[in-house]
């Protein structure tokens, strides 16, 4: 079973949920991305082990200022936020493997 996936749209959305959850996984994505596809697609599949960790999805195009807020210049780039301040990202191909290495990690 996949974690629940959340569409955002602003900055504001975004803060407001990484203020309340001690854990989250942020998904920054473009329209017309297939590699953006394939990455969302295996976070749907799976690929994050821990389905109890919210995961947050945001494209560049609802909100531009997203890009240098998390200081993201590609995409799709996925940031682990733990308690409120960023512990780890990857861009492009997502080693799945790691972040669940640092999920579990501090959840334990």
């Given amino acids: 079973m996949a974690p629940h996936m959340e569409n955002v749209q602003t900055i504001g959305q975004i803060k407001d949920r990484l203020s309340r959850e001690e854990i989250v996984i942020l998904l920054i ?60 990202r990857a861009s492009r191909f997502i080693p799945f493997d790691d972040l669940n290495k640092h999920i579990d990690f501090w959840k334990t």
């Avoid at 200022?65 to 308690?83: A, Q, W």
């Fill in 29 to 88: 994505k473009s329209e017309n991305c297939s590699v953006c596809d394939a990455i969302e697609n295996q976070i749907k599949d799976g690929a994050i082990k821990d389905n109890s960790v919210p995961v947050i999805k945001a494209k560049l195009e609802d909100a531009p200022e997203i890009s240098g807020e998390f200081l993201t210049f590609t995409s799709p780039t996925i940031l682990l936020f733990i308690n409120n301040k960023e512990h780890w």
